[in-house]
Antibody, heavy 125, light 107 residues
Framework: QLQLQESGPGLVKPSETLSLTCTVSGDSFSSSTDWWDWIRQPPGKGLEWIGSIHDSGSTHYNPSLKSRLTISVDTSNNQYSLKLSSVTAADTAVYYCARRTRRDEKYHYYYMDVWGKGTTVTVSS | DIQMTQSPSSLSASLGDRVTITCRAS??????LNWYQQIPGKAPKLLIHAASSLQSGVPSRFSGSGSGTDFTLTISSLQREDVAAYYC?????????FGQGTKLEIE
């Protein structure tokens, strides 16, 4: 059974870089139908899609974060990572990683079917 | 960006009630629409994909419909464990925007 686990510092200082890793276990990390996504949720607010990466290295970024965002993949360790630079208090949130997949290669519809439990990141001095 | 607008923002209903949540896209997204349930303190859970396809393991009281710009999530008979926030998400184009959420409570 596929499982995802976020890890990284819970506290980041303003203007520094937020770095998180998602470790994937229990299933193959390399599949043509799978993308690996990051989503965040500020306290008491809704969900914001951050970006995604394929094991080929292709990425999609939310334009609102693109100038500060880097998502990378380490297929040898079944991990992918997020780096968000120049953080402010507005980046305080629970950060989730999730698999975005589709039923098979003929199915056009992608959905996020497996999520990590989330990790809280606070930006504060 | 394609914006997603859910209504209502919050909803209170009685056990056994039929509950409907709507989601509207700012432009047509065919049926590239997913629904998620988020119980307080937990990660979101996929309920419906492609507007109307029930995810494996999700109770059949949940259903989705719609196409184009207007979509609905229906709970046919509200159960206590359905207390949660519900989010729609467009899967048509980047960025994959979520609706602002609907908080569902029991009366």
């Amino acid at each position: 059974q596929l499982q995802l686990q976020e890890s990284g510092p819970g506290l980041v200082k303003p203007s520094e870089t937020l770095s998180l890793t998602c470790t994937v276990s229990g299933d193959s990390f390399s599949s043509s139908t799978d993308w690996w996504d990051w989503i965040r949720q500020p306290p008491g607010k809704g969900l914001e899609w951050i970006g995604s990466i394929h094991d080929s290295g292709s990425t999609h970024y939310n334009p609102s974060l693109k100038s500060r965002l880097t998502i990378s993949v380490d297929t040898s360790n079944n991990q992918y990572s997020l780096k968000l630079s120049s953080v402010t208090a507005a980046d305080t949130a629970v950060y989730y990683c999730a698999r975005r997949t589709r039923r098979d290669e003929k199915y056009h519809y992608y959905y996020m079917d497996v999520w990590g439990k989330g990790t809280t990141v606070t930006v504060s001095s | 960006d394609i914006q997603m607008t859910q209504s209502p923002s919050s909803l209170s209903a009685s056990l056994g009630d039929r509950v409907t949540i709507t989601c509207r896209a700012s432009q047509t997204i065919s049926n590239y629409l997913n629904w998620y349930q988020q119980i307080p303190g937990k990660a979101p859970k996929l309920l419906i994909h492609a507007a109307s396809s029930l995810q494996s393991g999700v109770p059949s009281r949940f259903s989705g419909s719609g196409s184009g710009t207007d979509f609905t999530l229906t709970i046919s008979s509200l159960q206590r464990e359905d207390v949660a926030a519900y989010y729609c998400q467009q899967a048509y184009s980047v960025p994959y925007i979520f609706g602002q959420g609907t908080k569902l409570e029991i009366e």
